[in-house]
């Protein structure tokens, strides 16, 4: 019991609290504007976490990416250490799912943003998944972040992507105990060879066979270690909440 305690104390250390600091590890450049979804939420210039945008007035991330600061949603950008013309820089208003309490259970959370996006071809929403849809084991799904890279963590500010294998709840369960709820949340395997996620990329996408499925979460440990299984947050588990929400229905369950 004991040994369990300590490895839900480490990666509650490192990857929820520590969670803002670096990003993919490995992995490889996405091609410019090929994932135009993609949010880097910053504070004063430094990003922070990752998002994604599902309406041009909604950017979905985890409700532990939610800070004291006044947050800004960039979107349309490939290296966000520049100004790129693409870009588009929006305040936000925070609505963290009410059942998060710091922990990892419903890390989830709405941004409405201050002003709609200007879709272009730089700019798009993805879709949200559907309610009853399965997500079989064994499948190859795309994570993508911003953030530090490779085994020196040396910084980038170009978009990265890792590819990931879902996996049954089982693997997760076995490590992280009752930490992992199967109801709301996908288990991942990667490789140290293929990368995957790590601090920074939290409020990140799961894409699987080009369909949204998950936010990036939690993982143990060293994001880098394969017997530390990945966490996402299951995205068709929080849907009613998610509609009322952009609904403008208010932020109760």
């Avoid at 949010?39 to 979905?60: M, N, P, T, Y």
């Avoid at 966000?80 to 710091?102: C, D, L, M, N, W």
């Avoid at 795309?142 to 590819?163: C, D, N």
Wanted: charge should be positive; include cysteine; charged fraction near 25%.
């Amino acid at each position: 019991m004991m040994h369990g305690y300590c490895i839900i104390f480490v990666f509650q250390l490192l990857s929820i609290s520590g969670a803002m600091e670096s990003g993919i590890v490995d992995g490889k450049k996405v091609k410019p504007h090929s994932r135009p979804y993609m949010a880097s939420l910053q504070v004063d210039g430094s990003h922070k976490c990752g998002g994604i945008l599902i309406r041009e007035d909604f950017v979905l991330t985890a409700a532990h990416c939610k800070l004291d600061e006044q947050m800004t949603v960039v979107l349309g950008a490939h290296d966000i250490s520049k100004k790129e013309k693409s870009q588009q820089r929006i305040e936000v208003e925070y609505h963290p799912h009410p059942k998060f309490t710091g922990e990892f259970d419903n890390d989830i959370m709405l941004l409405k943003l201050e002003k709609k996006a200007t879709l272009n071809k730089y700019v798009k929403t993805i879709g949200l998944p559907k309610k009853d849809e399965k997500i079989p084991d064994n499948i190859q799904c795309a994570v993508a972040g911003w953030g530090q890279k490779g085994k020196k963590k040396l910084p980038t500010h170009i978009l990265r992507e890792a590819t990931e294998k879902t996996q049954s709840s089982n693997e997760c369960t076995k490590i992280y105990g009752e930490y992992f709820n199967a109801d709301h949340m996908i288990c991942t395997a990667f490789t140290k060879k293929k990368g995957g996620f790590c601090q920074g990329d939290s409020g990140g996408p799961l894409i699987c066979n080009t369909k949204l499925q998950g936010i990036i979460a939690f993982t143990g440990n060293d994001c880098n270690d394969p017997k530390y299984p990945h966490v996402f947050t299951k995205i068709q588990a929080f849907l009613p909440w998610i509609k009322k929400v952009m609904q403008g229905l208010g932020d109760a369950e």
